[in-house]
Structures are given as structure tokens and as C-alpha cells.
């Protein structure tokens, strides 16, 4: 936080959501930021944002919203210099709630239809309680349909800014999907869902810099909105360009929403390219054709000084990474999640450059051995999704190696284990691996 520049001897801050769920330690809290000159004139025209903590002396509700820096102000003269204040800006590992506090029963206070094939469930904690989490992360659902349990993850699109609601917004899945598939048809307003969670990393709470570009094709939208919301329930004046794929403009996700932000906030800038082939172009004005490097180079000159979040379906995540890459994009700054059937799998910051969305290690027998059951693998499948093509049982929650619930051992072959898999090193070194992240690179055998 810059407050030594002695032009303004006094500086404004804004503090906006206090959230106990980021707190490093019990004893710090997590705040956001604006903070600018208090020569009226500067307010909101190049604000800059930043996280820091607390470490105790919480303020009270209204003692939030407006400080003045250099009037007794524990907060923030304390933070600027806060050890804690450094660590959380700089790391890219969120703390994770403890067991009592990931998991809730919520209820459907509301249900809208965003397009014909696209729904969002409105939910609230059954016991009443705030929902803590960074915009961007996910939940995982767990339900029962005709006496068979999934488990299923959602990203939040909604802002945690408001705190007793979360959105969940479902596409349903032309080919399977089956719980995507059941909440479309069957969830209504007063039903009860089990919901695990805040998990994942894809948030640009973690890493807020002046200048951002979300890319997100279809439903993988859903995590950029819970950003874009967010930053805008916070007055955080970013500048933020979206560039966005739908198919058709009746595919165009929160498409009212969109437009609305966009001509209110000078800040945020809005393209939305479509990419059918059949459709009657003659009404739309915009954009036209799969985003590529020369549609990023159009509309994003400065892309190098922008913090990338991309999401979306696998093919379109490969195209656009190849295309930021060309354009110079530095890897520390892309920040990436693909959504496969809406489950997100989050891609750690270093490697989302230079790896390949899904392994392909090649055609192998994966034998489970305690159940006695084999599956052939064509080697582009985790080991946790082959288990459960035949029925075998491997407990899970995040499916994005961070909760170690699929915790497996290997006894026979070779694996290949994504880097996301925050997997201790002797466990590794000893045999374990994180089924929903480890793909097979041999024959193998399973311990369950
Ligand atoms: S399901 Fe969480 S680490 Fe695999």
C-alpha cells in the first residue's frame, strides 16, 4: 500500500467485506482495499486495490466502510506494514475452513432460468449463517439420485459481497450430466442441498492487480461472474475487460446483467463473440467466431499488463492459452480453470502455460484390487473417474487435489499425478496418490 507519497498527506480508505473464512491465523481477518487520495478529483480515477489484515481490534460494521488515514487508525497504519498483510497477498494457497465449518445443508430460496438450457439456483444456509468464501471458488454437492450418491462441484457466480446468499448456476449436459441433469428438472424453491466447501484458488481476490482479463466461454462463466459481481458490489475500480464465447445470443449467459455493468462501469469493458455456424446473424452486432490471438490482440493491446482468468471447456481453454501465449502473456499472470461437466479442475498459476489440459499417457489396464474389477484407460481419464465408470468406490470431495479425500494407494505401475495435487511428499515417495488428479502411465493396480 503506497502511503508515502507526500503530495497528499491524507489518503481515504475503503474497507469492504470482512470475512472470517480468509483469516491466515485465528487471530487476523482479511479485508479489501481501495484506498486514493483524498483530493476528491483522484476518487476513482486510478485507485488502486490491495489486501491486508488485521490482527486484531476488529471495527465495527459502519467503522468499516470509510477510514481516514492519518486520524487514529490502528487498522491501517498497522496493516501497511503487516508480515501477514505480505504472505496472504502473495500466496497463491488459500487456508482451508476447518471440517465444521466446509460443510452445510442450504435451502433454494430461488430459481431463474438464465437461458434454455442454463439455470441458477438461488441458496441460503439452512441454520441462517453468512457463507465465507474468495469469488471465484466452488462447492461440492452431494446428493443422492435413485439411491446412488454423487458427488458433484459448482462454482459460486454469486458476489461475497452478500454474504447469506450463494448462486449456483447449472448447465445442463446434453450427453450424461446426470446430477446437472437433476437439478435442472427437479430442484425447487425449499429444497435442501449438502454442500462442501469454499475449495479452489481461481479467484482474483488473491492476486487483485489494476489491470485484469477474463476470458470464459459458456458456463464457465459462472466463476468470472462471481469475480466481476464482487468487484463491482466493492467499488473496486479495476480496469477489467471481459471477453466472452457463447454459441448463439439466446446461449448468452446473465446476457441483461452484462450489458448492465458494462454501461455503468466506465471500467469494464464487454465483447461477447458467438460461435454458431447455423444462426441468423442479422440481429447481432457484436462479435462473430471462436476468440483468437488476433481477437485478443484487437481488443486487449496492453494484454501483458493484464492478470489473466480463463475458464472454460477444455478445447476452448487450449485455443486461448496458445493465443496468450503468442501475445506475449507472461505464465505468472494466467490463472485458469476448465470445467468438465461442471466440475471445475483448477490449474496451479505456474503450470497453465505449458501443460496439456488433459494427459493423454496412452492406452493401459487400470485393476482394482480389492474389488477385483479392471477397466481399460485411454489414458485422457483420472483414475477416480475410471473407479467410478465401474462402480468402485473412492471417497472425494474438491476433485482438485486439495482435500485429499481420494487419497489411493498404488501397487502396482506407473501414475501420472498432475502438479495440483498438494499431495505430501512422502506419501507420494511411499506409493499414495490423489486419484482425482493422477492418470494411469502403465499398467496399474489399486488398493481398493
Ligand atoms: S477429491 Fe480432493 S484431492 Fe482428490
Redesign the pocket.
Known sequence: MNNNDKSANRWIHRLFKQSNVLSATPESTIYFARCYPADSSLQGRSPFSTLFSESNNKPSEAENHQRVFGQKSPLLTDCSDSPEAVQICRSNRLPVPNEAVLSAQYTVLNCYDETPDVKTFRLGRLDGQSVDYLSGQYMTLTMAISGQEFKRSYSLASSPARAKIIDLTVKRAPNGGIVSNWLNDHLNIGDTLNLKGPFGRFSCVTHATEKMLFLAAGSGIAPIMSMLRWLVDTEARMDVSLLLSFRSPADIIYRDELQLIAARHQNIKLAITLTAETIDYSQWLGLTGRINEKMIANLVPDLPERTVYLCGPDSFMAMCKKSLLKLNLPSSKLFCESYTVNSPIIKPQNSCLNQPLRHETGNYQVKFAKSGKTIDSDGRVTLLELAERIGVLIG???????????MTKCLKGKVDMMDQAEIDEVDSKKGWI????TYPASNVELDV
Open positions: 472425494h470431495e474438491c476433485r482438485s487435489g486439495q482435500c485429499g479425500e481420494c490423489y486419484a482425482c488428479c
